[in-house]
């Protein structure tokens, strides 16, 4: 199985900072990564597909790169919406699998 | 508008069984894969399983494996996750989404506890 190991696990950031999140595959994964974010007690929401495309409706304020084993999800200037969860998802092979998350919490 | 609505959940003793259900609105299902994934308490997010538009194609974690059975019926609009055999560890809310391999959307969720 592709372990994804997101990094940091938590970060305290203002509204207007901008921030990166990391996610690493064990393996090679391609470009065949996705971003969600999830709110408390809330469905997890698709942000971006093949490690950089935003999926309709996502602000453009998001953004991910990366292929191979890195990858990030950016956030150029945090909005007080974007306080959540987020986890990356590789979809090279089955079982798909989810890195552990980043809680994004306000300073 | 595009909606997922999962039912089904509820409480269940070790070794019991429960069939979960998800009613699409709102796109052509039949032209969809639809995936399951699960949540633990405080945890992250866990794959479960996925189907083919047809029913011919299905993939399940190794966890889940001859324990669970994913099933469709587009004439309904539905998916369901037969599972059987349960476990405390398969305690989580349980998502069904739309898609393959990248999900979007997800319905809001069933939460299944596994408890005597």
């Known amino acids: 199985d592709i372990q994804m190991t997101q990094s940091p696990s938590s970060l305290s950031a203002s509204v207007g900072d901008r921030i990166t999140i990391t996610c690493r595959a064990s393996?090679?994964?391609?470009?065949?990564l996705a971003w969600y974010q999830q709110k408390p007690e809330k469905a997890p929401k698709s942000l971006i597909y093949?490690?950089?495309n935003l999926q309709s409706g996502v602000p453009s304020r998001f953004s991910g790169s990366g292929s191979g084993t890195d990858f990030t999800l950016t956030i150029s200037s945090l909005q007080p919406e974007d306080f959540a969860t987020y986890y990356c998802?590789?979809?090279?092979?089955?079982?798909?699998?989810f890195g552990g998350g980043t809680k994004v919490e306000i300073k | 508008e595009v909606q997922l609505v999962e039912s089904g959940g509820g409480l269940v003793q070790p070794g019991g069984s429960l069939r979960l259900s998800c009613a699409a609105s709102?796109?052509?299902?039949?032209?969809?894969?639809m995936t399951w994934v699960r949540q633990a308490p405080g945890k992250g997010l866990e794959w479960v399983a996925n189907?083919?538009?047809?029913?011919?194609?299905?993939y399940y974690v190794d966890s889940v494996k001859g324990r669970f059975t994913i099933s469709r019926d587009n004439a309904k609009n539905s998916v369901f996750l037969q599972m059987n055999s349960l476990r405390a560890e398969d305690t989580a809310v349980y998502y069904c989404?739309?898609?393959?391999?990248?999900?979007?959307?997800w319905g809001q969720g069933t939460l299944v506890t596994v408890s005597s």
């Open positions: 393996q090679g994964i391609s470009s065949w």
């Open positions: 709102g796109f052509t299902f039949s032209n969809y894969w």
């Open positions: 989404a739309r898609g393959r391999v990248t999900l979007d959307p």
């Open positions: 998802q590789q979809y090279n092979s089955y079982p798909l699998t």
């Open positions: 093949g490690a950089s």
């Open positions: 189907i083919k538009q047809d029913g011919s194609e299905k």
